[in-house]
């Protein structure tokens, strides 16, 4: 029998120093935004935490073949995914990960190829860098956010080195697919493009029936160009203990990748690895419990954006974010209209993608159906 775990009781997230309920602090707008969830850790990552605050000395410490063990183990059970020990790369963030990433490849005005809308820091690492971004729309077609194959065909150029691949997708929600990742790992082969996939969503998969794919899972060949960069931050909400890693299998990608590293990149928090292990070993049942609920949550947002006039979203396979198209409603800035209405939401500019916000529904049903209530009403419907 699975525990039952409490995803409806709300903590409360005022009382502490936080991004996301303190950019409203003393205000009534209900915070929908950045991407973290309002529930606890699960319980035996708590623990794991308590049992090593408990032994009160906290030195420089390597990731212990225990947590490495975790690691390996959960990404070939929970995505059939097999990598050896030496690929891991230890990191701080995912963040800090692409942006080595495009240090790395190529040089000075070379260019990174991206699809829009994305997670905002995607857009600003290839300047990071003195690289070029160019970016190409994701098309939506059929109540789906897909690959326009031709666009970025046309978009690559001799000076192309990287293509920033997120998987599954922030903020549209997609778990693409074998034909898509073939086509993109063909387009990478074809013009000796190094690929960096963002997968930290991976273990947020709300449909059966779109199983996530590390692209570097296709076949050796396509492991030997890709960086994957994943975390338990996401999906087990513990993003502030700051522990990422990266799988390069190819030596001298791997390389390159840690000499970039060297007196500028931090290793992870000890505690972050703490909880890594413990929920990569012992987080299976809280994640099931999670995403029945988060399932349930989508349920709710899908059925009450139905009822908005003007507004659309396709229905997110993987995540706790719904991407929501105004652009129907015909309001001058959508994230501001609904923030007055008392709902913060993260505005689609930054994404590459205005018009659009982006709703956090990794929350209690009573506070998201809540918001949704002061959506609508807002809109008038
Ligand atoms: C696609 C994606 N990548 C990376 C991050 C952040 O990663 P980190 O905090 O490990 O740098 C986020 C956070 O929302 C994200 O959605």
Redesign the pocket.
């Known amino acids: 029998m699975n525990p039952i775990f409490d995803f409806d009781t709300p903590i409360d997230r005022r009382r502490v120093p936080g991004e996301k309920w303190g950019r409203y602090a003393g205000r009534d707008i209900l915070p929908l935004w950045v ?1 973290d969830m309002d529930f606890a850790a699960p319980p035996p990552v708590v623990e794991a935490l308590q049992r090593r605050l408990d032994h009160r000395v906290f030195g420089y410490t390597d990731a212990w073949p225990g947590l490495v063990e975790a690691v390996i183990e959960g990404l070939a059970r929970d995505h059939g995914w097999r990598i050896e020990p030496d690929w891991l790369v230890w990191l701080p ?4 990960g692409f942006n080595l990433a495009c240090r790395i490849t190529g040089e000075a005005g070379d260019e990174v190829l991206t699809a829009t809308p994305v ?1 905002p ?1 995607f857009l600003a690492a290839p300047g990071n860098s003195d690289r070029r971004l160019v970016t190409r729309p994701l098309a939506f077609a059929d109540g789906r956010w897909r690959w326009d194959r031709d666009a970025f065909e046309a978009a690559l150029s001799p000076r192309s080195r990287l293509l920033m691949l ?1 998987n599954p997708h ?1 903020p549209v929600g997609r778990v693409f697919d074998r034909d898509e990742l073939r086509w993109l790992a063909d387009l990478a082969e074809r013009h000796d493009l190094t690929i960096c996939s ?1 997968e ?2 991976c273990g947020l998969v709300l449909d059966d029936d779109a199983p996530h794919v590390p692209i570097a899972a296709l076949d050796a060949s396509v492991a030997q160009r890709t960086i994957t960069l994943m ?1 338990p ?2 999906t087990w909400n513990i ?1 502030a203990l ?1 522990c ?1 890693f990266a799988v390069i299998s190819d030596s001298s990608l791997r390389r390159r990748f840690r000499h970039a590293m060297h007196g500028i990149v931090p290793h992870p928090n000890v505690l972050g690895m703490v909880a890594a292990e413990a929920a990569y070993r012992d987080g299976g049942p809280w994640r099931t419990a999670l995403l029945d609920y988060l399932r349930g949550n989508r349920d709710i947002v899908m059925a009450a954006i139905d009822t908005m006039p003007g507004i659309e979203a396709a229905r997110p396979q993987a995540t706790y974010l719904a991407w929501i198209d105004c652009r129907g409603a015909r309001l001058e800035d959508p994230a501001k209209f609904f923030e007055a209405a008392g709902v913060g939401l993260s505005d689609g500019a930054p994404f590459g993608m205005p018009g659009f916000v982006r709703l956090n529904f990794g929350c209690t049903r009573t506070l998201l159906t809540e918001a949704l209530e002061r959506m609508r009403q807002a809109l008038g419907s």
Not at 93 to 96: C, K, L, P, S
Request: aromatic content about 12%.
């Open positions: 991407a963030g995912v963040v800090t997670y820091p997120c922030n963002d930290i969503h975390a931050s996401k993003p700051y990422a």
